[in-house]
């Protein structure tokens, strides 16, 4: 998708639709039936009075997603004015906004429309933060996941160029812009790899398409094969490869710019089983298809690299993958079955469905052999963290508060919708084993917190946080902004979170 800026006024714009933004100007709150008060947030007299008959009719109401088209309004060059609504004004931030560019993209491409103009509300968000979060929306919204459908007109059903209509100064603006190009179309890779079924999503190819991608940004990356994971000792990870006829990968990625503190080296590190059949502890069949996206968490830390790559923040990061499948064979791990982690612990396998954790272990511990200072994981780990938050928050887990504190903010700032659960001692308990150090199960029951307390072991004392994102990586349904199917989600926190250690 193209994207421009223009400081035209919006109603001498020629496009084939401008887009509006409708704010519910209301000032009393939910309590009093209050009649809503729709505002076409743009100072161009002419675009109001193109807006005029539709909110008198009561039609509109600025009521969030909806969406009203008007054909050859009077006194516009544009050919369609497309008014959105946006909800309250009181609480219309850039998270609204991104997500009304989003739902302008998905209405106008489902009306076979190519292009349009976006009129940047004037209230609320700074300039340059609108820009960013109108080009994050509207690259979001173009993502459609019908990859193999093969009716070509469905396909091509995309917009191909977006034009931002705001004022300031052009140079920092046209900043924004590529920054907000840079970690849309990253979320947008990370969603391409997830969306991919596991036939046409190996670990091999998991690793070709990092490879590719890094040297097309100019990142450092070395994959290894099952040799190298046997050399490192990573027995956990290995213990879960072992069962596959797919050849595991260990992808490492790496972003080291001049000028950055020896301090910090942030490593991130995915998840990347490319199918989780659960092995031996079989999974039932319904809706075992869905898991061709548990390497969403490895997908997202590839995608992660790709935009730090672009922005370049001075700051060392190094990503570390675990790409296997999880099969059951003749050569697949047991449970019963007795690992040796790189790290020297060893677990006892209690269901060889908890895989995760396993590949993740060596890979936390790799990271810190390797140097990194703080760690990052993201990972679609636990059911249970469905069970917990459901389909709307992830979940973090942190060992340290003040590494917390700076993640939730970049969280804040990227409008993702997490949540922390806890880490007490206490739930040490359910991961004890009889015969080795730990089990890799702790049962049903605070399953997510669990997980993350097996993981912790590997993390040790480096100041860790790990993102349980099971339950939100795969949109069950549509939205007025984003398509069924792979969201991207954590990719820009992690981005802002990097941001954030920039010297
Ligand atoms: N990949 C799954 C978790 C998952 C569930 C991801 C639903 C996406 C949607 C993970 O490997 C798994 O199977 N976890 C088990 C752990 C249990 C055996 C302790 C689970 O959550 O049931
Ligand atoms: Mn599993
Ligand atoms: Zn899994």
Redesign the pocket.
């Known amino acids: 998708m193209n994207t421009n800026l223009s400081a035209s006024v919006p109603s001498q714009l020629e496009t084939d639709c401008l887009v509006v933004v409708v704010l519910d100007r209301a000032e009393k709150d939910k309590g009093d039936k209050e009649k809503p008060v729709p505002t076409v947030e743009c100072n161009d007299a002419p675009v109001r009075d193109a807006a005029r008959e539709a909110i008198a009719s009561g039609e509109v109401t600025g009521k969030p997603f909806e969406t009203t088209l008007l054909h050859r309004p009077a006194g516009l060059k544009a050919k369609r004015l497309l008014l959105v609504g946006g909800g309250k004004a009181k609480t219309f931030s850039a998270a609204e906004l991104r997500k009304l560019a989003g739902a302008a993209v998905r209405t106008l491409k489902g009306k076979s429309i190519r292009s349009f103009a976006f009129a940047l509300p004037d209230s609320g968000v700074a300039a340059s933060d609108a820009v960013i979060a109108v080009v994050e929306g509207a690259f979001v919204g173009n993502f459609e996941p019908g990859y193999y459908k093969s009716d070509k007109k469905e396909k091509d059903k995309k917009i191909d160029a977006i034009t931002i209509v705001v004022a300031g100064d052009p140079k920092s603006l046209e900043t924004a812009l590529q920054a907000g190009r840079a970690i849309a179309e990253s979320q947008n890779f990370a969603r391409d790899l997830i969306n991919e079924p596991s036939n046409l999503m190996t670990p091999t190819i998991l690793a070709d398409r990092a490879k590719k991608m890094a040297a097309e940004v100019g990142l450092g990356c070395e994959v290894y094969g099952a040799d190298k994971i046997k050399e490192l000792k990573m027995g956990a990870f290995w213990g879960v490869a072992q069962g596959s006829d797919e050849p595991p990968a260990l992808v490492v990625l790496r972003y080291d710019p001049p000028g950055a503190s020896d301090k910090v080296h942030l490593g991130l590190v995915g998840k990347g ?1 490319t199918f ?1 059949t ?1 092995g031996i ?1 079989i ?1 039932p069949a319904d809706g075992m298809e ?2 061709k ?2 390497m969403a968490g490895a997908a997202t830390m590839i995608a992660t690299m790709r935009a730090i790559a672009l922005l370049q923040p001075k700051v060392k990061v190094t990503a570390i993958i675990c790409a296997t499948e ?1 099969m059951p064979s003749g050569k697949a791990q047991k449970p019963g079955d007795v690992q040796i982690a790189m790290s020297g612990k060893s677990i006892e396998i209690i ?1 060889t ?4 954790r396993l590949i993740l272990a060596d890979g936390l511990c790799y990271a810190r052999q390797l140097g990194c200072t703080h760690l990052v994981d993201a990972a ?5 963290v ?1 069970v917990a938050l459901g389909y709307v928050n992830a979940g973090i887990f942190a060992s340290d508060d003040q590494m917390y504190e700076r993640f939730a903010e970049a969280n804040k700032k990227a409008g993702e919708k997490m949540w922390r659960l806890p880490l007490d001692d206490e739930y040490k308990e359910v991961i004890k084993s009889n015969i080795a150090d730990i089990v ?4 049903r029951w605070g ?1 997510a917190i669990s ?1 993350a307390m097996f993981l912790k072991e590997f993390a040790e004392d480096t100041p860790w946080i790990h993102l349980d994102i ?2 939100t ?2 949109m069950e349904e549509s939205k007025p902004w984003i398509a069924k199917g792979p969201s991207g989600i954590a990719l820009r926190s992690l981005v802002e979170f990097v941001k954030g250690w920039a010297a």
């Open positions: 089983v989780d659960g502890s999974k869905k898991m996206y548990d999880n269901n469905d908890a895989e995760g679609t780990l636990t059911g249970a469905v890799n199960s702790g049962g399953g997980a099971a339950g990586a795969w």
